[in-house]
C-alpha cells in the first residue's frame, strides 16, 4: 500500500513537471499560433541559470529566485529580437527557425558553461527524506517539486480564469482578430504570453535539475513528451494540459513501477523483462494516438 | 583564375601528404564529443593524444595521423561516422566507441572493409564476443559481462543473500545483469531496466527498490546517468540503509560531480589509476601533468588502443598492407598495458585482472580511485566457446 501511494507521488510530481513545461508551450502554440521547438532551450536555459546563480550565491532557492527574472528577461528577448517576425508566417517557417534556435542555443551553451554536465547541490533540509506517515518516507526534495507545481498550477488557474489578462489570454487563443478588433494590445499581449511561457519553462527546468542533470540539449527529449501532452490536452488549453500531464505522469510511473511484475503473471521473466521497458515508453503515445482518435482536437481543445 | 585555383589545389594536396612515399599510419577514432556524455569523449581523446606524443608522434617510422569522429551518443551516426572513415578517409586501423549499440551498428562496417582493424577502446557487447567474433576486431577492454561479474563475485564472497538489480536498457545493460548473474548464486528479489539514454529520473525504480527491501543493490550506469542515480539513492535516503555495489558508475569523470556521494560504495574495474606497474605511473602522472586532472578508465583502455597498434606495426616494420601478419602481430598484445601485461582470448578479448576499487581522497584533497582487492585473477570472458575463430 505504501508502495502505491510513493509511486503516486512519483507520479503527480513527474506531471507537475510537466505541466509547467506544457502550460507555457500550449499558451505560446494556442494563442499566437506558434510552434516553438526552442521551448525545450528555454527549460535548459532556467536549469543553467539557476545552476551558476546557486553557485554564486551559495543557495539553490535564491538561485532559482533569481533565475527566474533572468528567463523572463531571455523570453522577452527572443521574442522582440526572433520571434515576432514569424508570426504572419506559415507552420514550416517556425519550424524552421525555431530549430535553428535551439541549435544556436545548445552552441551557446557549450560556449558560456563548457560541454560537461552540473549538478545542482540541494540544501540539506531538501536532499533527505522526509516522513509523510510513519512507514512512508519520501524524498523532501520532490515533495517540495509537488508543492511548489500545485502551487503554480492554482496561480496560472487563477490568472487565466479570473483577471483581466486572463481573459485576454482566453480570447486570443479563440479568436486573435476579434482581439485586436476590440482594442487589445495584441503584440504586448504576445510578448507577455511569450514571457511567461519562458519563465513556466525555466521554472520546470530548474526544479528538474537536481533531479537530472543540467547538460547541453536537456529540453530536447522533454520536449516531445510536452508537445504530447499538449496534443492530448488540446492545444491552448491550460486545463487540458494539466490533466494531460497528470495523466502521462502517472502512465509512465505507474508503467515502470507495476508493468514488469504484471506481466510477469503471464509471461516468462526473461520476456517480461524485455517486453516491459519497451511497452511503457510506448504507452504514452499510444494514448496520444487513442485520444486523437477519438477526439481529434484533444480534450480541451479550443480549436483544432 | 583558373589556373591559380589549380596551383593552389596542388600544394593543398602537398600539404596533406607531407612526404612523398612515406605513408603515414592512419587511424580514426569514434567516440562521443557533444551532449551530457562528452566528458568521456574528452577524456578518450586526451589520452589517445598522450599516446601519441609517448610515442614520438611515430610508428616504425612512419608518422601518425589520428582522425576523430564524433558518434553524437547515437547508433546511426556512429556507423555513418565509421562508413567515412574506412571509406573516404582510407584509415588503416578504427579505435574507439564508448557504447554497444554504436559499436553493434558499426561493426560489420569497418571489419567488412577486409583492409581495416577495429579496435574498441570500451564497448565489449556479448555477440562481439561469441557469434559476431571477427578475426579484424581486438578489444583493449573488456566483455561486458565481466566487470559486473566480478562484482558479483565479491558480492557472493561478502555472503549478501539477496540483492536487486538495477540496469540501463540497451546492449551492455542487458549483458551487465548477466554477466553479475553468472557469479552472484543468491537471491535475485527485484529488476528493472531502465529507458536509455532518456530515463535520468529514476524515482519508480527506487521506491521498488526500498518496497523489496533487499540486502544490496547492484546498479550500472555509466556517466551522467550514474551521478543522477547516486544522487538520487541519497536524496531518497537508501544510502546508508541499503549498500550499493557498482559497475561503470563511479569513475575519475564523475567523481568531481558525485564527491562524497561516492564514499563507501565500491565498484569493479580491470584498470585503477594506482595500479603499480611503471608505464601505468607514467601515463598517469603524465596525464595530470598535462591536463590537470586524472585520467578515467576509458582513458587508460584508448592509451592501451594506440600501443597495441604501435606494437603491431613495429612488429610488421611499417607493412600495415600486409593483413595476415598485422592481425598476427595484433594477436600477440606484444605491449606493455597500462594495466599490466594481458594475452588475448580467441575471439581476441582480453584475458585479464578485475580489481575492486574504492573512493578516497588524495594528498591535494581531490577525490580518486584506489584499489583495494583483486576480485578476479586472468579472468576470460564466457562467450569465447561461441566464437568460430580458434
Redesign the interface.
Given at each position: 500500500m505504501?508502495?502505491l501511494i510513493?509511486?503516486l507521488l512519483?507520479g503527480i510530481?513527474?506531471g507537475l513537471l510537466m505541466f509547467l513545461l506544457a502550460a507555457g508551450l500550449t499558451l505560446v502554440f494556442g494563442i499566437m499560433d506558434l510552434v516553438n521547438l526552442a521551448h525545450g532551450s528555454l527549460y535548459m536555459f532556467g536549469a543553467y541559470f539557476c545552476a551558476s546563480f546557486s553557485a554564486w550565491t551559495g543557495s539553490f532557492v535564491v538561485g532559482a529566485l533569481l533565475a527566474l527574472p533572468a528567463a523572463l528577461l531571455l523570453g522577452v528577448l527572443v521574442e522582440v529580437v526572433v520571434v515576432r517576425k514569424l508570426y504572419r508566417r506559415d507552420h514550416l517557417d517556425h519550424v524552421l527557425a525555431t530549430f535553428g534556435l535551439i541549435l544556436i542555443a545548445n552552441d551557446l551553451v557549450?560556449l558560456v558553461w563548457g560541454?560537461?554536465?552540473?549538478?545542482i547541490p540541494?540544501p540539506a533540509w531538501l536532499?533527505?527524506?522526509i516522513r509523510l506517515t510513519p512507514d512512508l518516507?519520501y524524498?523532501?526534495?520532490?515533495f517540495a517539486v509537488i508543492l511548489v507545481g500545485a502551487a503554480v498550477a492554482l496561480l496560472l488557474y487563477w490568472l487565466v480564469g479570473r483577471t483581466r489578462t486572463g481573459m485576454w489570454i482566453r480570447a486570443g487563443a479563440s479568436n486573435r482578430t476579434m482581439i485586436g478588433a476590440l482594442g487589445v494590445n495584441v503584440e504586448a499581449l504576445f510578448t507577455l504570453v511569450f514571457g511567461l511561457g519562458a519563465v513556466l519553462a525555466a521554472l520546470a527546468g530548474l526544479m528538474?535539475a537536481?533531479?537530472?542533470?543540467v547538460?547541453?540539449?536537456?529540453g530536447d527529449?522533454i520536449l516531445i513528451l510536452a508537445f504530447v501532452i499538449i496534443v492530448i490536452g488540446g492545444i491552448g488549453s491550460i486545463k487540458g494540459a494539466f490533466i494531460a500531464a497528470m495523466v502521462v505522469g502517472m502512465i509512465d510511473?505507474v508503467g515502470?513501477?507495476f508493468l514488469?511484475d504484471l506481466l510477469k503473471s503471464f509471461l516468462s521473466v526473461a520476456a517480461a523483462?524485455t517486453a516491459?521497458?519497451?511497452i511503457?515508453?510506448m504507452m504514452i503515445y499510444l494514448l496520444m494516438a487513442g485520444v486523437l482518435v477519438w477526439r481529434p482536437t484533444g480534450l480541451f481543445g479550443a480549436r483544432s | 583564375m583558373k589556373r591559380r585555383a589549380f596551383a593552389s589545389a596542388a600544394l593543398l594536396g602537398m600539404l596533406a601528404a607531407p612526404a612523398w612515399g612515406q605513408q603515414s599510419i592512419k587511424i580514426g577514432f569514434i567516440s562521443t564529443f557533444s551532449g551530457p556524455q562528452a566528458a568521456i569523449g574528452q577524456d578518450m581523446r586526451r589520452s589517445v593524444e598522450l599516446a601519441v606524443e609517448h610515442l614520438g608522434g611515430k610508428m616504425a617510422g612512419k608518422p601518425i595521423e589520428v582522425i576523430f569522429e564524433d558518434d553524437q551518443f547515437k547508433p546511426e551516426v556512429g556507423k555513418q561516422k565509421s562508413e567515412k572513415l574506412v571509406q573516404q578517409d582510407k584509415v588503416n586501423f578504427v579505435g574507439g566507441y564508448i557504447w554497444s549499440n554504436v559499436l553493434l551498428a558499426s561493426l560489420k562496417t569497418v571489419t567488412d572493409e577486409g583492409d581495416t582493424i577495429l579496435i574498441s577502446s570500451n564497448a565489449g557487447p556479448s555477440r562481439i564476443a561469441g557469434d559476431l567474433c571477427n578475426p579484424n576486431f581486438f578489444s583493449t577492454s573488456w566483455q561486458n559481462d565481466q566487470t559486473p561479474s566480478a562484482m558479483g563475485q565479491y558480492v557472493q564472497d561478502k555472503g549478501i543473500k539477496k540483492v536487486y538489480l538495477v540496469s540501463a536498457n540497451y546492449a551492455a545493460g542487458k549483458d551487465m545483469l548477466s554477466g553479475f548473474k553468472h557469479t552472484f548464486k543468491g537471491e535475485i528479489v527485484g529488476e528493472d531496466l531502465t529507458k536509455w539514454p532518456d530515463q535520468l529520473d529514476f524515482s519508480a525504480e527506487l521506491s521498488k527498490i526500498r518496497a523489496a527491501k533487499p540486502d544490496a543493490v547492484f546498479v550500472f550506469f555509466p556517466g551522467a546517468h550514474g551521478v543522477q542515480f547516486l544522487s538520487q539513492y541519497a536524496q531518497t535516503g537508501l544510502k546508508g540503509t541499503i549498500p550499493l555495489y557498482t559497475a561503470f558508475v563511479i569513475d575519475a569523470l564523475s567523481l568531481p560531480q558525485l564527491k562524497d556521494l561516492a564514499l563507501g560504495v565500491p565498484g569493479a574495474q580491470s584498470w585503477v589509476n594506482d595500479l603499480p606497474n611503471e608505464q601505468n605511473k607514467r601515463f598517469v602522472a603524465d596525464f595530470k601533468k598535462k591536463y590537470g586532472t586524472y585520467p578515467s578508465f576509458y582513458g587508460a583502455q584508448s592509451y592501451d588502443t594506440i600501443m597495441l597498434i604501435a606494437s603491431a606495426v613495429e612488429g610488421v616494420k611499417g607493412n600495415i598492407g600486409d593483413m595476415v601478419k598485422l592481425r598476427a602481430e595484433l594477436t600477440k598484445a606484444n605491449f606493455k598495458s597500462v594495466r599490466g601485461d594481458f594475452k588475448f582470448n580467441n575471439n581476441h578479448f582480453p584475458i585479464q585482472n578485475f580489481y575492486i576499487q574504492e573512493t578516497v581522497k588524495d594528498a591535494e584533497g581531490k577525490f580518486t580511485l584506489k584499489t583495494v582487492g583483486v576480485a578476479m585473477k586472468d579472468a576470460k570472458d564466457a562467450y569465447g566457446d561461441k566464437c568460430r575463430m580458434k
Open positions: 505504501t508502495l510513493e509511486q512519483n510530481q513527474l557549450r560541454p560537461d554536465g552540473r549538478r540541494l536532499s533527505q527524506p518516507p524524498p523532501a526534495y520532490r528538474a537536481p533531479i537530472v542533470t547538460s547541453i540539449g536537456m527529449n510511473t515502470r513501477a514488469p523483462n516491459a521497458p519497451a511503457s515508453s | -
